[in-house]
């Protein structure tokens, strides 16, 4: 964590900025491994203070290092003596912040210019560590055994979609997993030409598609796949689409690597959707970053910013067709400065459960 925090106060120094509150979860975790529904951290040039209620202090004794721990139900209160005894005067804090939380703050500080900041702790989880992409591996690796397992349970004309979905989210937390990362997405026949159709009592059904769409927190890190089978067989016309949608997956991952711009990113997929007649049934981005938030930086709306290494991001590329079916199937990969590391294993060959 501590390297975590240096680049922060690096930031902060350069920033202009006197201090910085700290009130998202995920930011807090990120910087001090606590986890808990009542934390605030408070950073400045030369303090690093960490503000809990007597329910979490004792594991903040244990989890949080190098921070000064203050037992306190009045954080605001303790903040604005530090402001006032260090005369601090332009401080930031994170979007995460309400507009009656800033009321506060202007209320109990009005000597203080309160800045707010868009992305300051975010920007930094963008290149995720060592010990960030191996707990995302394994949250990886639990949804691919849940995958393989929803295979054997899924009975044409039986099974419904909430059934399905069910399954999934259990297996995972069987494996390990502390809960889902997002509401699970099992769609099937017509439904599955809805990128995000939430499961519902559909009965699945021979002749069908089935887009499954699910992940899981580990250790407060998510996972993020999509896998698309087909029920009792499959046509022409479906055999040929998906193969496109896989080579337009496989191909992205043969190419993408740091120095990449976003717009290329997305371009590699499209490009090759486009070019077999489909590009008007590609309807969403390419995908997004993922770590502590299932959504989160680098987002490919078709910008020049680069792709670095230790990046985590979805590569998803589908085909929609309105009231017929749809299919996606995607990745979780890793930017390297050579190229990407996949973390989701799951067979991606066409499936067909009979």
Request: aromatic share 10%; proline share 3%; glycine share 8%.
């Amino acid at each position: 964590m501590e390297s975590r925090v240096v680049r922060f106060e690096d930031k902060l120094r350069q920033s202009g900025l006197d201090g910085f509150l700290v009130t998202g979860q995920n930011n807090i975790y990120y910087l001090t491994g606590f986890w808990g529904t009542e934390s605030t951290v408070f950073i400045t040039r030369n303090r690093r203070i960490f503000m809990t209620d007597a329910r979490y202090t004792l594991i903040a004794k244990e989890v949080v290092e190098g921070f000064d721990i203050i037992e306190t139900r009045t954080a605001l209160a303790e903040i604005t003596n530090i402001i006032k005894a260090d005369k601090l005067t332009r401080v930031g804090f994170d979007s995460q912040v309400s507009y009656a939380f800033y009321g506060e703050l202007t209320s109990l500080a009005p000597d203080t210019t309160w800045l707010p900041q868009t992305d300051f702790v975010e920007g930094l989880r963008v290149i995720k560590d060592d010990t960030e992409i191996a707990t995302i591996r394994q949250a990886c690796q639990i949804s691919d055994k849940a995958f393989i397992d929803v295979l054997e349970f899924i009975k044409p004309g039986q099974t419904t979609e909430m059934q399905v979905a069910n399954f999934l989210d259990f297996r995972m937390r069987e494996y390990g997993a502390s809960g889902v990362s997002f509401e699970t997405i099992a769609a099937s026949g017509y439904r599955s030409a809805m990128p995000h159709g939430v499961a519902g009592h559909k009965v699945i059904q021979s002749g069908e598609s089935l887009t499954l769409d699910f992940g899981c927190y580990y250790k407060h890190y998510v996972s993020d796949m999509t896998r698309t089978i087909h029920i009792g067989y499959v046509t022409d016309q479906e055999r040929e689409i998906y193969d496109i949608v896989l080579r337009a997956n496989q191909t992205l991952i043969d190419q993408a690597k740091a120095g990449m711009t976003h717009k290329e990113f997305d371009a590699i997929p499209r490009q090759m959707i486009e070019d077999a007649g489909y590009g008007p049934f590609f309807t969403h981005g390419i995908g997004h970053g993922i770590g502590l938030d299932i959504h989160e930086n680098p987002f490919f709306r078709g910008s020049d910013d680069k792709l670095a290494a230790g990046m985590v991001v979805t590569d998803e590329p589908g085909i929609y067709l309105p009231d017929q079916y749809g299919l996606r199937i995607e990745d979780d990969l890793v930017i390297t400065e050579t190229g990407c590391d996949v973390l989701t294993q799951a067979p991606k060959e066409l499936i067909v459960i009979k």
